[in-house]
């Protein structure tokens, strides 16, 4: 069974500092985009980054941008996002995906997403 699961989230105050974490099994891990979308209340659901072994740079939101870093680990299967200053208009859940590509999640196309994780919720208090 393919699955994504996120851990890391939590409640932080403006300004601070979470690494959300995602553990991908079930499935090759270098044949996918992982990335994540977020939704706040209210919100539509947004692509935030991506990382991908295909592509020569990370793709960010560029509302996360210099913020937030997106990184990986093959050999523990495993996505992270390092998020730095955050805002309150950063709080959401926050969802790890595998997709075939990073454009999916640059243009936020849900459809073409292959895996969700259950979200981990965000918030961040001013």
């Known amino acids: 069974e393919e699955r994504l699961v996120e851990s890391g989230g939590g409640l932080v105050q403006a300004g601070g500092s979470l690494r959300l974490s995602c553990a991908a099994s079930?499935?090759?891990?270098?044949?996918?985009?992982i990335g994540w979308f977020r939704q706040g209340t209210g919100k539509e659901r947004e692509g935030v980054s991506c990382?991908?072994?295909?592509?020569?740079?990370?793709y960010y939101a560029d509302s996360v941008k210099g913020r937030f870093t997106i990184s990986s680990d093959n050999a523990k299967n495993t996505v992270y996002l390092q998020m730095n200053s955050l805002r309150p208009e950063d709080t959401a859940v926050y969802f790890c995906?595998?997709?075939?590509?990073?454009?999916?999640?640059?243009?936020?196309?849900?459809?073409?997403?292959?895996?969700w994780g259950q979200g981990a919720l965000v918030t961040v208090s001013s």
């Open positions: 079930g499935f090759t891990f270098d044949d996918y985009a």
């Open positions: 995906t595998a997709s075939k590509g990073c454009t999916i999640v640059a243009e936020t196309e849900l459809g073409y997403v292959e895996v």
């Open positions: 990382i991908s072994a295909s592509d020569t740079s990370p």
